[in-house]
């Protein structure tokens, strides 16, 4: 997983098929995930898959309307193609629905 450097980083990635995962050190329910995601990135390799830590992109985030993490937003061309955004923990299952509903997945 790619990780966010900087802002002009997060203009450049949505422009390809991206999805981005809000997170931080010190968020249990991402630690729990984290160990899925290796699998989940292997099974949707046409997506790049970028790590957001959410404590050094607050204004991002907040320009986003990300409020809780995990979250997972989704892009493609410049565009926000799916979000999967709340404060709630998130299983393998719900992450894949989730990329699994996607425009040009179905």
Do not use: H
């Amino acid at each position: 997983m790619e990780k966010l450097e900087s802002n002009q980083a997060f203009s450049q990635w949505k422009n390809e098929k991206s999805i981005f995962m809000f997170s931080a050190d010190w968020c249990p329910d991402c630690r729990v995930i984290e160990p899925l995601l290796p699998e989940i990135e292997a099974e949707y390799e046409e997506y790049t898959f970028i790590y957001v830590d959410r404590d050094e992109f607050i204004d991002l985030c907040a320009e986003l309307d990300i409020f809780g993490i995990p979250s997972f937003l989704a892009f493609d061309q410049g565009k926000e193609i799916g979000r999967f955004v709340s404060k709630d923990r998130k299983t393998k299952e719900e992450i894949e629905a989730f990329i699994e509903k996607l425009p040009g997945k179905q």
